[in-house]
């Protein structure tokens, strides 16, 4: 890791939140980096280490509440992370910034600039899930949400009178991208790619269960408004259909004004499959308007 990111905690409302921050010195333009569904801020880890905008910007990524070192077994969602990153930015004293979220991040950065626009002065979208393109299994299971809900009660009582894993192991997922790519590349094999990484299994050895059902709710919810925002977007959208229509997404974000659509070519996951590509489209989107 870059020798200036320092590794900090903040108590919020019953959980620590654990992140890390990029500032070499003075305060400058602020880029946050959230992570997806049942994951942790190393999925950036390997960003951060290569982008270039360590020289101009400040970046903070952070384990969102519920995740790795921010653990956490009560209600999460949207809201909740919301309140917890505009705390962080007190804290750290910025009155705004700019959000880069992946998946469920993408998902929290769009609910964060809707709801708090003046702490948000743009948004980049990688692969977001956009509930009016979601494919129609994935619609199905947003709809089942107040059973699923009953679900996350039963369990949270259940944790609390005792019955959970103490220890849950911590993930390192840029060493997980990197051994995927290697494997990738010696196979050939995608579709066991995205079978691992669509795979609730591997998360839920490293996760509380009753999390992972509150975030799959979020992060198939709608976030009414977000077309209208008046900030600089970029939606950098995966070309191979995984849990979404690309060419419908497409089109829907194409209604904000200043929104910039870029396509990979990759599934759900252009960090770990494209990682240059995604990163080098994030900073010349940075330079471009800011």
Not at 19 to 38: D, E, F, Q, S, T
Request: aromatic share 10%; proline share 5%; charged share 25%.
């Amino acid at each position: 890791m870059p020798l200036t990111e320092e590794k900090k905690s903040l108590d919020i409302a019953g959980a620590t939140i654990t992140y890390r921050i990029w500032r070499p010195g003075k305060h400058r333009r602020l880029l946050v980096l959230i992570h997806g569904m049942a994951s942790n801020m190393s999925r950036w880890s390997e960003f951060v280490e290569n982008t270039e905008l360590t020289k101009t910007w400040d970046i903070i990524r952070l384990d969102l509440r519920g995740h790795s070192e921010s653990l956490f077994r009560g209600k999460i969602g949207l809201r909740e992370w919301s309140l917890d990153l505009g705390e962080l930015l007190d804290v750290e004293r910025y009155q705004d910034c700019v959000v880069v979220g992946h998946s469920l991040g993408a998902q929290l950065a769009m609910y964060y600039a809707t709801h708090y626009p003046s702490r948000v002065a743009g948004v980049c979208l990688v692969d977001p899930i956009i509930y009016k393109a979601l494919h129609a299994r994935d619609k199905r299971i947003y709809h089942a949400r107040i059973i699923i809900l009953a679900l996350i009660r039963l369990v949270r009582f259940f944790n609390k009178i005792g019955f959970k894993r103490k220890n849950l192991p911590l993930r390192d997922l840029w060493k997980l991208d990197i051994e995927t790519r290697v494997a990738i590349e010696k196979s050939g094999n995608m579709e066991e790619f995205v079978a691992q990484y669509s795979s609730p299994w591997p998360d839920l050895k490293q996760f509380p269960i009753a999390n992972y059902m509150q975030e799959m709710i979020e992060s198939l919810r709608p976030v009414p408004g977000f077309t209208s925002v008046k900030i600089p977007v970029l939606a950098l959208l995966a070309k191979v259909p995984t849990y979404t229509d690309p060419a419908l997404t497409s089109k829907i974000l194409s209604e904000i004004d200043q929104c910039e659509i870029v396509d990979i070519h990759a599934y759900h996951w252009p960090l770990t499959e494209k990682p240059d590509e995604t990163r080098e489209a994030i900073e010349s989107w940075c330079h471009k308007n800011f």
